[in-house]
């Protein structure tokens, strides 16, 4: 799905990225961990071919980028931001706004396929948000507004579901939901790569987690492999404990070291 090999990124005298290389592959979903500025979302970027490194490659969907479209790479990406979801017009019906997923466009200016308004209304309800759906987006809780614009990435029918922070913010009621239906996607064909500050946040979908620090791969690999407490402490510096609850991690800071 994704093959990032030895890619540097440089600005002026930092490396924000430093021979990153990353293979992810289908049916794998992954987990990407790391401190503040530590390189995530830059990675995230380039995976969506937003950015592009000084060095090194990316290759998405079996294309590489700078040698194709990436217009066309991008239709088959779900992309979930903040950045997004700021975007989003919150006077517009909920259904309207999921209805603009199977588009490249924020907002509707013509009349919206019957089809699209089906697809919109099949989706919301499969989160539980059905009766909201002609409510402004505007009115929304922060919970509800997320799981739109989960609904809204669904449209388009991703291979890829890319995900930056998708919780932040949400208490723990709020948080539990989303991450039910982030669990669920493990029903659709496609792979996710899910930034977080959270390791509890790392729910059994992931088969897989990265840990970044300082702009590279601290550790990369099968979940039960790389969320060790020596590895955690070693990318975060606070000293951890971590247990495991089936394929759930949950962590603790242990005082004094
Ligand atoms: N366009 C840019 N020009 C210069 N520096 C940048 C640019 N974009 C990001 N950086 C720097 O690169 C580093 C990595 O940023 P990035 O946003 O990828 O980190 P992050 O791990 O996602 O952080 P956070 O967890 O706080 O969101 C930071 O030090 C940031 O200031």
């Known amino acids: 799905m ?9 600005r002026e005298e ?15 979903h992954w987990a990407i961990l790391g401190r503040n500025g530590s390189g995530k979302t830059t990675l995230l970027e380039m995976m969506t071919g937003y950015m ?50 199977a588009y490249a466009f924020l907002r509707f200016y013509q ?33 509800e507004r997320k799981k739109v614009m989960l609904a809204r990435s669904l449209m388009a029918e991703p291979r890829l579901l890319i ?24 029903q659709r ?8 500050h959270h390791i509890e946040e790392i729910v059994p979908l992931f088969t897989h987690v990265a840990l970044i620090r300082d702009g590279k791969v601290a550790a990369a690999g099968p979940k039960k492999g790389v969320l060790t407490k020596e590895l955690i402490m070693h990318t975060y510096e606070v000293p951890v404990e971590l247990d495991w609850d089936g394929e759930r991690p949950w962590i603790r800071v242990c005082n004094g070291g």
């Open 52 to 101: 592009f490194p000084s060095r090194g490659t990316v290759e998405v969907l079996g294309q590489t980028y700078g040698q194709c479209d990436v217009r066309e790479v991008r239709k088959q990406i779900g992309y979930i931001s903040q950045t997004l979801l700021e975007k989003l017009a919150l006077k517009d019906p909920v259904w309207e706004v999921v209805a603009t997923g």
């Open 14 to 28: 930092n490396k924000i990225l430093d021979d990153v290389s990353l293979d992810i592959r289908e049916g794998e």
């Open 163 to 186: 995900m930056d922070e998708p919780c932040a913010g949400l208490d723990l009621f709020e948080r539990e939901k989303m991450l039910v239906e982030i669990d669920r996607l493990r």
């Open 111 to 143: 009349e919206i396929p019957t089809e699209a308004k089906e697809k919109a209304v099949s989706l919301l309800e499969g989160m539980n948000l059905g009766a909201l759906m002609n409510h402004p987006l505007g009115t929304l809780s922060q919970g």
């Open 189 to 196: 064909d496609l792979s996710v790569v899910y930034v977080t």
């Open 2 to 10: 994704i093959s990032i090999k030895n890619i540097t990124l440089q």
